[in-house]
């Protein structure tokens, strides 16, 4: 079965770190971008991270806050956010999306469940 398991998500201050990751089974996976979503409460879905099958292009939000990696050999991307803050609260979602990171938001094929991140006050 295709899994793509998110998690480390959790309670953190403003200005805290978090790190997520995401253990990815049943497919490719080296073969494929892994992205990364998140959907903050009564909000709309949106994109955060995506890097590529080849660990070349890297897309990133946050304004330098967030940093995106993969360990091929772990089947797992990260999502190592810094300096994290209130607005940064939602449910964070990793996602294959293609090979490439480009327009990776509307390439995706597999979602996991998401792990939630509440940053407090």
């Known amino acids: 079965e295709v899994q793509l398991q998110a998690s480390g998500g959790g309670l953190v201050q403003a200005g805290g770190s978090l790190t997520l990751s995401c253990v990815a089974s049943?497919?490719?996976?080296?073969?494929?971008?892994i992205a990364w979503f998140r959907q903050a409460p009564g909000e709309e879905r949106e994109g955060v991270s995506c890097?590529?099958?080849?660990?070349?292009p890297r897309l990133e939000s946050g304004k330098g806050r967030f940093i995106t990696s993969r360990d091929k050999a772990k089947n797992t991307v990260y999502l190592q956010m810094n300096t994290l803050k209130p607005e940064d609260t939602a449910v964070y979602y990793c996602?294959?999306?293609?090979?490439?990171?480009?327009?990776?938001?509307?390439?995706?094929?597999?979602w996991g469940q998401g792990t939630l991140v509440t940053v407090s006050s």
């Open positions: 049943g497919f490719n996976f080296d073969d494929h971008a």
């Open positions: 890097i590529s099958a080849f660990d070349g």
């Open positions: 996602a294959a999306a293609g090979v490439y990171c480009g327009h990776y938001q509307a390439h995706t094929e597999y």
